[in-house]
Structure formats: C-alpha cells, structure tokens
C-alpha cells in the first residue's frame, strides 16, 4: 500500500530539483468524448402468486370458499383434503364418501355463523383431513384407551392417530364423539378443538366437552 505513495513523493521531489521547462503552447480543445450507452434495467422477477385451492376462485360461491382462497393457510388444507378425497374416490365405498362430503361442505360453508370463522374452517378441513385418512388407512385402526370418570355414567374412549398429520384423537364420550387435534402442554399430551379439550398426564385426565368437565382415569 506504501508503494505508490512512495513513488509520487519521489517524482515531486525530481520535479523540484530539474530545471522549469518552457510552457507547452495549449493544444486545441478535444471534442468530448460520447458517454457510453448504460444497459437498461433489467426488471426484478415477479414473485410467483401463492398457490390457491383445488377449486377455481372465480367460481367460488359461498363465504366460506370466498375466504379460504384469501388464505395461504386454508388454500393448503384445501388441496390437501382435494388429494385425500380423489384418492378415497377409488375404495368401495365410494358413494358413501361422496354423500359425506357433501355434508361436510354443507357443514364448512355455515362456519360463516360461528364466533371465529377461521377456527371453524381450519378446524372442519382438519377434520374431514384426519376422517378420511382413517377411512383409507390400509393398517389395522390403533386401539382405543379406555378412562372412567367421576361423575358419569358415560364411558371415555380414545383414539390416539399420531401417526397422521394433523395428529389428532378421536374422543368418545358416550354416544357422542370429537376429533380433536395435538396441541402444545407443558406436559403429558393435549388434545383440542372448539369446545373441546382432553388432557391427560400419567393417566390422569382432564376433559372438557361441549360444556362438561370430567376428570377420569384409568381404571385400575
């Protein structure tokens, strides 16, 4: 880096110590020279849309359907759920599917009606997602647990599908039934959906459930 300072400093002191020179006579002034031409511009790429559902937004007619192809979020668990069913389209039971999801669309386009429409259309794609899934598993279904609660005559019944996304438990509580999916717990394992939440650690659980709470166990 010393280098070229070093050489000027040496050529200033040659410059002082020759003899002046006679006045170069002025040249003629030199047109200027053209500015090269600068390359135009090339445009930032536009980002790609985000994917929407399976179902054409220009068509959609509900509120629902409406909302989901404003939400990355509900646009992914559409597509997801379009796969599962066109796959479920191929078992024996192919009508009875086709009836039911029609009553799960019926059922998805009231979420318009609920306190938290979000929830509820996450909460309903969710569902049918974890439904069908257990439908066309081709293993044997995982056995139920069984818990006594105080208070109640009902008998408890879970269904632990961790295997599947979204992990999720199938809760029977007497003749009525939730699925409810895995949620963060400081510890043991939490299950939750609108109106519902199972809890259980070391056996013990706590359940709320469409406005019972029971606290159940193991039987011993």
């Known amino acids: 880096m010393k280098r070229p300072l ?14 002046p020179e006679p006045t ?10 053209a500015a090269e031409p600068t390359a135009p511009a090339v445009p ?23 909302q989901v192809c404003n939400d990355a979020e509900l646009s992914a668990l ?10 479920a389209q191929t078992s024996p039971d192919e009508l009875d599917i086709a009836a039911e999801q029609r009553g799960w669309i019926k059922g998805r386009d009231a979420c318009w009606q609920a306190v938290d429409a979000r929830r509820c259309l996450v909460e309903a ?22 818990f006594v609660c105080e208070g109640s005559e009902k008998p408890l019944a879970v269904t632990y599908y961790n295997e ?3 992990k999720a438990a199938l ?13 963060p717990a400081a510890s043991g394992a ?31």
Not at 205 to 216: H, I, K, Q
């Open 190 to 220: 939490r299950y939750t959906r609108e109106g519902v939440e199972f809890w259980e650690h070391q056996g013990e659980v706590t359940l709320a459930f469409y406005g019972t709470r029971l606290s159940c166990r193991k039987p011993t």
């Open 6 to 19: 070093l050489l000027g400093l040496a050529a200033l002191a040659l410059a002082a110590c020759s003899k």
């Open 171 to 183: 809760i029977r509580l007497g003749q009525d039934q939730a699925i409810a999916f895995l949620a």
């Open 24 to 33: 170069p006579t002025e040249s003629p002034a030199q047109p200027p020279v």
């Open 125 to 146: 794609y969710q569902t049918r997602i974890v439904e069908l899934q257990i439908a066309t598993s081709p293993g044997p279904a995982p056995l139920p647990v069984n």
């Open 164 to 166: 599947i996304e979204p």
């Open 78 to 87: 559409d597509r997801r759920l379009a796969e599962l069913y066109k796959a």
């Open 44 to 66: 930032a790429p536009t980002p790609a849309p985000t994917q929407g559902p399976s179902f054409d937004c220009n068509q959609a007619s509900s509120d629902a359907e409406t």
